[in-house]
């Protein structure tokens, strides 16, 4: 990895996320952003993956040292607001890899119909 001085949070996740693209293909779908905090062994990208850091570092890095950690944007360097820097770019990089919805935002998309309701025919008006 570079130095601490030239860590770059994006080029970290980017990283990672080639390499689970290759391990847990539809990882993206798997991660909760709301939740996601890289200090929880739980519920940082590994832990919503694999159901915990551990077990994540270990398929994917079985023989290695932390460093790959780090430079994967698995794991924050001990710089002030590395953590949230590397949080933000991976809700990023999840946000690219999730399919679109052409219907959310959309005030002309119509409103699917409550199948276990029975449709209502028009009231027609006398002339």
Known sequence: MRSLRQWNPIECVQRGARILDISSPGWAVKIDPAILNLESGETCILGQIHGSFADGSRQLFPDSDVQ?????GFVAPAIEGARQQLEVAWKKEIAKRLPVRSDIGDPD???PRDPTKPVEEPELVAA
């Open 68 to 72: 790959l950690l780090y430079g994967h």
């Open 109 to 111: 998309a119509p409103v």
